[in-house]
């Protein structure tokens, strides 16, 4: 095979996900869709720039790969493309007979919190606690960006998440009288997050909220003007997201970067932002040549992701960080990484490989089937901590770009985030109770005049 076949599997497996997710009721479809299209940009668009430029490796520009561009493009996208060929496969294999199974299954009209008058107001609480801890945390230096090892602030990073769990919310959930009010809300919502992806120079937060219209969409019931308005949002978020990080960058930065686009063809150079931020090619690279095993055994990746669930506080150690671990010890297999400290994300087809081969492939990818059943059902939940759980993985990248690991130690993240805005709600639930207008029952008054049996008036 050569490395367009390879990358035309890959395109006929997209393809498959897409299709098989216009059969699933849920709203589970909405992420099948955007895995589609994001692994269609890490798998299919990144490989096929490189094997139309053949671009020279160079400082400061992270679309070629010195491994791949060693080994001949055509010959090295063969060989690390082989082992997600597979693994996109059997995803697309269990998507389809979900689908097939699916359609037999009743599904809820509409989640159980659009029914209850607290959950509205408690999420606007809990946003402008959130958007207090983003503000500390801008006030105070202590933002962490993509690929960041640790938060230099825990506790502020902890509570920045409220903001994001709750604007994805609101944007699901709120239900205005007036349509302009609508859209002025979720308009506001999708600029502040739009922000936050500038600020912490992270493509996750607009997507998310992009990913959040969707989901929107899906439960109020799709039209060909809501499909291009989610699509829009997703486009437009991250190639505006390019050009808000211009102006954080210096003009010899910004030299830099258009000497580096100028190897491009005109056609492709607007889209290098955006093929810059989807690099699971280059974990793909990291897989094929560390090999199978000599990372970490089953046994110990199991022990690992059951540990992520519990609070480093109650633990008692300092928990095993798996994008660490990759780029130290994986990718540190190939590339000198001794001068580096970075968090990078491995992809579940690449983790399953590298841990236990083609069969770690279908477990791993399996996880992530799983994890999405369990995130459309947690949405449609009436238990307010399964709702904020399912909030959360619709703003992480859990299910796009993250493998057992990467995604237990932010299912332990979120669980922490759960209990406390589980807390919020309840107070926000007492205060409402406590501020309503109080009907005093009274009983009922006794007629003064009464008619007796025989039709004699009688005084009371």
């Not at 690390?80 to 697309?92: E, Q």
């Not at 599904?107 to 609480?125: E, H, I, K």
């Not at 207090?132 to 993509?146: K, M, P």
């Not at 190639?239 to 030299?255: D, H, I, R, Y």
Request: aromatic share 10%; hydrophobic share 50%; glycine share 8%.
């Amino acid at each position: 095979m050569t490395a367009h076949s390879e990358i035309i599997a890959i395109a006929c497996a997209l393809a498959t996900l897409v299709i098989a997710a216009a059969w699933v009721p849920s709203v589970a479809r909405v992420f099948i869709i955007a895995q589609a299209a994001f692994w269609s940009l890490s798998y299919v668009a990144r490989p096929l720039v490189l094997l139309m430029v053949q671009p020279e490796p160079h400082y400061g520009d992270n679309v070629p790969d010195p491994r791949l561009a060693e080994l001949g493009y055509d010959r090295g996208i063969e060989l690390v493309l082989h082992h997600v060929v597979f693994g996109l496969w059997v995803y697309a294999i269990l998507i389809v007979g979900y689908a097939i199974w699916s359609r037999r299954r009743p599904v809820p009209s509409r989640p159980a919190m659009t029914g209850n008058p607290d959950f509205v107001p408690a999420l606007a609480t809990i946003y402008v606690i959130g958007l207090l801890g983003r503000g500390a945390s801008y006030a105070t230096g202590s933002i962490g960006h993509a690929g960041d090892v640790d938060s230099a602030n825990p506790i502020l990073a902890f509570v920045s998440i409220l903001a994001t769990v709750a604007a994805l919310g609101l944007i699901i959930f709120i239900r205005p009288a007036q349509p302009r009010t609508t859209a002025l809300l979720i308009g506001a919502l999708l600029a502040g997050e739009l922000m936050w992806t500038v600020v912490v120079e992270s493509k996750t937060p607009i997507l998310g909220a992009a990913l959040a219209v969707a989901v929107r969409f899906a439960i109020l019931g799709w039209t060909k003007a809501k499909v291009v308005g989610v699509l829009a949002i997703a486009v437009l978020g991250i190639g505006g997201f390019g050009w808000l990080q211009s102006f954080k960058t210096t003009e010899v930065g910004k030299a830099e970067v258009a000497m580096t686009s100028s190897a491009y063809p005109p056609s492709v150079r607007p889209f290098l932002s955006i093929l810059r931020r989807f690099d699971l090619l280059e974990a793909a690279t990291d897989a094929y040549y560390h090999g199978t095993g000599y990372w970490l055994t089953p046994a110990e990746e199991f022990r690992h992701a059951a540990l992520s669930l519990i609070p480093t506080q109650l633990l008692g150690a300092p928990k095993f960080q798996s994008g660490t671990a990759w780029a130290n010890d994986v990718r540190g297999a190939s590339v000198d990484m001794t001068q580096v400290q970075v968090s990078l994300a491995e992809g579940n087809v690449n983790e399953g490989y590298v841990i236990g081969g083609y069969t770690g492939i279908v477990v791993s990818v399996g996880f992530t089937f799983v994890l999405l059943l369990a995130w459309a059902k947690a949405l449609y939940s009436r238990y307010f901590p399964m709702v904020v759980l399912a909030l959360a993985l619709t703003g992480a990248s859990s299910l796009f770009e993250r493998g057992i690991l990467g995604s237990m130690e932010a299912l332990g993240k979120f669980l922490q985030a759960a209990v406390l805005a589980t807390l919020l709600y309840l107070a926000v639930q007492e205060y409402r109770r406590r501020a309503k207008p109080r009907v005093l029952s009274q009983p009922p008054q006794q007629p003064l005049l009464v008619i007796g049996k025989r039709g004699s008036e009688q005084w009371g």
